[in-house]
């Protein structure tokens, strides 16, 4: 098992956005996490790599705890999370890698320099080390001729490509992709699902929020469907596509197809 979270809460002024939340990965799964906007999946996300830091609970990465608390009730000094200190949070959650909506890449550095920043920074790999598997990784999502562009004179898909292989550029255990395609047209999509399911071919371990239920119903060994912070249902996609149990899930399928 990759990733283990307990009891997970996270609450915003006035929201519980998690609500006790049990979620694990194995290794060399694919996840796909489904549900209407607000329901807490790009929370949960967040929290796997501490861009969100919880309420309370507990979450292991690749064996290593770095938050822990006792579950229940508002946040109170008795059920705060106690995360480990920054330098060894930072260590962990350089087992992630993290694709956005809106791909995050920096304008001022070319496609290789984006890919090669974290490797370089973080991880204190040589300049020849970073820029060959920089390669690589531009070859793998199809853009090793894009190498010296900056990311203004590409397109959406290819931004989000290059944002994928700088993710994978820093060997992450578990890579997290929260809603990848939903800020591109329809027609480049497509380029960005073939590298994902190329990367899940692979087993690479990945977590996917997504809108796309072609991909969740061909690509994911799992599917969880989430409403107002909690996990409503989990199963194959077969059986949360073919037989769902819930009525919520029942509906919000319907709507898909309405």
């Keep these: 098992m990759i990733l283990e979270m307990k009891d997970i809460i996270k609450e915003f002024p006035n929201i519980r956005a998690l609500d006790d939340i049990d979620f694990s990965v194995d290794e060399g799964e694919t996840v796909a996490i489904i549900g209407p906007s607000g329901s807490g999946k790009s929370t949960l996300l967040r929290c796997i790599n501490c861009l969100t830091r919880v309420t309370s609970g507990k979450i292991t990465l690749d064996g290593k705890t770095f938050v822990d608390a006792k579950p229940g009730g508002p946040l109170n ?4 999370a106690k995360y480990l200190p920054d ?13 956005f909506q809106h791909f995050n890449l920096f304008p001022h550095m070319t496609c290789l320099g984006n890919i090669c920043y974290a490797p370089e920074k973080v991880k204190g790999r040589s300049k020849q080390e970073a820029e060959k598997r920089g390669m690589e990784l531009l070859d793998l999502v199809g853009l090793a001729d894009k190498r010296d562009e900056y990311p203004g004179r590409l397109s959406g898909g290819q931004k ?6 700088r993710g994978l550029a820093m060997d992450p255990r578990i890579m997290l992709f929260d809603e990848p395609t939903s800020a591109l047209d329809p027609e480049i999509t497509g380029e960005v699902l073939n590298v994902m399911k190329k990367l899940a071919n692979e087993k690479t371990t990945m977590v996917v929020v997504t809108h796309e239920m072609g991909f969740a119903k061909e690509v ?4 969880i469907f989430m409403d107002h912070g909690a996990i409503v249902e ?3 996609a077969e059986q949360i596509y073919g037989a ?4 919520r899930l029942k509906e919000f399928l319907g709507s898909l197809i309405n």
Excluded: F, W, Y
């Design 77 to 80: 000094k008795n059920h705060e």
């Design 87 to 99: 330098k060894e949070l930072l260590e962990i959650c350089c087992e992630t890698g993290m694709v």
């Design 160 to 165: 989000q490509r290059v944002a994928i292989a």
């Design 220 to 223: 994911a060994d799992r599917v």
């Design 234 to 236: 989990q199963g194959s």
């Design 244 to 247: 769902p149990k819930s009525e």
